[in-house]
């Protein structure tokens, strides 16, 4: 199983960022897949996650309105769409598969993830 992220940078706030995350080894359209971050110095928190078909999504409360996810099973692809970014959203952001039938209300708990991929960086400059 192997997941990869990638799309991050250095954007202003209120820029856009396009996060992507590629999936291998595994049966990619039975999974729920959730993104992640940590910030330098906190905890890791989950940001949203997806259902294996696409139809259902979540979202934590940080990030609602502003963020998308969405899925191609089709490309093994996952992405998470960050639109009117601000500082505190600089962070490494993962993704991450769970075994979990469905996606938890008000976005993804990390003890329910694992398999994870190595990070991608954003940074958010005010």
């Known amino acids: 199983v192997q997941l990869q992220a990638s799309g991050g940078g250095l954007v202003q706030a209120g820029g856009s960022l396009r996060l992507s995350c590629v999936a291998s080894?595994?049966?990619?359209?039975?999974?729920?897949i959730g993104w992640f971050r940590q910030a330098p110095g906190k905890e890791r928190e989950g940001v949203s996650c997806?259902?294996?078909?696409?139809?259902?999504?979540e979202y934590a409360a940080s990030v609602k309105g502003r963020f998308t996810i969405s899925r191609d099973n089709g490309l093994n692809t996952v992405y998470l769409q960050m639109d009117n970014l601000r500082p505190e959203d600089t962070a490494v952001y993962y993704c991450?598969?769970?075994?979990?039938?469905?996606?938890?209300?008000?976005?993804?708990?990390?003890?329910?993830?694992?398999?994870w991929g190595q990070g991608t960086q954003v940074t958010v400059s005010s």
């Open positions: 991450a598969r769970t075994n979990a039938p469905h996606c938890r209300v008000g976005g993804p708990a990390m003890r329910d993830y694992d398999y």
């Open positions: 080894g595994f049966t990619f359209s039975y999974y729920v």
């Open positions: 997806i259902s294996s078909s696409g139809g259902s999504t």
